[in-house]
Each structure stands twice: as C-alpha cells, then as structure tokens.
C-alpha cells in the first residue's frame, strides 16, 4: 500500500519536476500557470492532473489540438515508479526513504536536462553532493567505520579519473559534468557499487548507440528516405549523464553487481565450452 501512495505523490512530484525542467535556466519563476507551446492558452486546473490529463486529452491541447510532447507524461510515470522503487526500499528507515526520493527528483532533472541540453545543471550536482554527505553523516553515526573512507576514495577516484579524460580530451571524450556528477553518486553507494554503476553505464551507453546505428541503416534500407533518427557517434555528442544515472539506479535499486554478474557470465560460458568439448 505504501509503495502505491508513493507512486502517486511520485507523479505529482514529476509533473512538478516537468515545469522545473522547462524553466530551469530560463529566468522564469516556479510559479504560474503553465501555457501551451503552440497556442499559448493558461492550462486549467483539470489539465494539470498528473497522467490523468495527458491519457483524456490524448496528449493534445484542449484549445488548439497541437501535440503536447510524451515527454511530461513519461517524466511523471517514471517518477512515480522510482518514488515507488525507493519506497518499498526505505520505508523502515524514514530519513533514508526522504533523503533518496530527493535524490530520485535530482536526477529526473539532470537526466531531462542533460538529454535535452546536454547540459547537467550544476544546482543539480551541488544538492546531489549535499544529500550524499547527508548520507554519509548517517552512516558515520550508524557506526560505519573503515568501509566509509573506502567508499569516499572510491567516488573521488573515479570522479578524479573522469575529470582527467576530460582534461586530456579537451571535452571530447567526456563532459565535465559527467565527471561532477559521478562524485555524489560513488558516495551514495559501496567501492563495489561505483565500479558497477560506471561499467553499467558504458554497457548500456554502447548498446543504445548500437541500437540507434542499427536502427537507422534498416530503416534506410527499409524506406529510401532519411528517418530523423537521433544520429550518435561514440564521440561526446551523446550525452553520458542518462546512462550513469540508469546505471546507478540499477545499483541503488536492483542492486546489480558487475563483479557477479562477469563471473556468472563467465562461468556460464566455460560451461558451454565444456559441454561443447565432451561431445
Ligand atoms: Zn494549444
């Protein structure tokens, strides 16, 4: 029951989160009404009812029937399922269960924005190292001793070898931001866990990529027309942000471990060899 409210307060919070999406850099203030793009018609109140708006109104404005981006309602979906996620998790230990959903609300931001902009906002990264050291004062006190020194030489470490690649490729292979962010996410989990979340990370990176490519030569094939896919080279145009942000949350959450899953994925194929050889 718990993990469903949250899931609603979650979509309310992301329908929130999208108007902080949209103005953020903008110099325009939180509040007031939002507008539509096209015709800028004031929404009303009923149109502003999180999932609810966008399934009745078809994802199309009421005055003018021009189409209102999925984006908001995906934004709000996925918040409400992460509110969730960190619900079912925390919910024994209240300061964790609000300390995470600020954290689930940072990185909807950075991971629109960063998509949108390539940007990652730096109030992001500066609230996301404040909640990280909150975290680490809790644990301190929880009696965390040795583990925690590890798990701060591992976020600054990685964020340090980042910052570097970034230094040497004159941004090119990485963004700085990139590296910024890593350090409040390595200090939100174990040494293990940051290792895992980066290599989840260039996984899932390289398999959109892959995706994307793959993709558009079929779809050239398919149809002698140029589709408007997004076009990525491995090159910084992608923005890595979203990728370490997915990556995390598989660690955070599913609490997916890199070291575990190349041994099963190793042993897995000795097996295969093996049975291939005693045949
Ligand atoms: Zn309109």
């Keep these: 029951?718990?993990?469903?409210?949250?899931?609603?307060?979650?979509?309310?919070?992301?329908?929130?989160?999208?108007?902080?999406?949209?103005?953020?850099?903008?110099?325009?203030?939180?509040?007031?009404?939002?507008?539509?793009?096209?015709?800028?018609?004031?929404?009303?109140?009923?149109?502003l009812v999180p999932l609810f708006s966008f399934l009745v109104l078809r994802g199309r404005?009421?005055?003018?029937?021009?189409r209102i981006s999925s984006r908001y309602f995906i934004v709000e979906v996925t918040t409400g399922i992460l509110f969730a996620l960190i619900?079912?998790?925390?919910?024994?230990?209240?300061?964790?269960?609000?300390?995470?959903?600020?954290?689930?609300a940072l990185l909807v931001v950075v991971f629109v924005y960063d998509l949108r902009h390539t940007i990652i906002p730096n109030e992001a990264v500066l609230l996301l190292t404040l909640c990280a050291a909150a975290f680490l004062s809790?644990?301190?006190?929880?009696?965390a001793g040795?583990?925690?020194?590890?798990?701060?030489?591992?976020?600054?470490?990685?964020?340090?070898?980042?910052?570097?690649?970034?230094?040497?490729?004159?941004?090119?292979?990485?963004?700085?931001?990139?590296?910024?962010l890593?350090?409040?996410?390595?200090?939100?989990?174990?040494?293990?866990?940051?290792?895992?979340?980066?290599?989840?990370?260039?996984?899932?990176?390289?398999?959109?990529?892959?995706?994307v490519a793959l993709t558009k030569t079929i779809a050239k094939r398919l149809v002698h027309n140029h589709f408007s896919l997004p076009r990525y080279t491995m090159r910084s145009e992608v923005p890595f942000g979203p990728f370490?942000?997915?990556?995390?949350?598989?660690?955070?959450?599913?609490h997916v471990d890199i070291l575990t899953l190349t041994q099963s994925f190793a042993d897995a194929t000795t097996r295969l060899v093996y049975l291939?050889?005693?045949k």
């Design 138 to 143: 809790y644990q301190y006190v929880q009696g």
């Design 61 to 66: 404005c009421r005055d003018c029937t021009s």
């Design 276 to 278: 291939w050889l005693l």
């Design 146 to 180: 040795i583990s925690l020194v590890y798990n701060i030489a591992a976020a600054v470490l990685a964020s340090g070898i980042f910052a570097t690649l970034w230094l040497v490729s004159r941004g090119r292979w990485i963004g700085l931001g990139d590296a910024k």
């Design 1 to 47: 029951m718990i993990p469903f409210f949250a899931f609603l307060f979650g979509c309310i919070m992301g329908s929130f989160l999208n108007v902080v999406i949209l103005r953020l850099h903008t110099g325009r203030s939180l509040n007031g009404r939002s507008h539509c793009m096209s015709c800028g018609s004031q929404l009303r109140a009923i149109d």
């Design 244 to 254: 370490l942000i997915v990556g995390f949350f598989l660690v955070l959450l599913a």
């Design 182 to 211: 890593m350090l409040p996410l390595g200090l939100f989990l174990s040494a293990s866990g940051t290792l895992s979340f980066i290599v989840l990370a260039f996984w899932i990176g390289t398999l959109y990529v892959g995706v």
């Design 87 to 104: 619900a079912a998790q925390f919910f024994a230990i209240p300061f964790l269960w609000a300390l995470f959903s600020i954290v689930v």
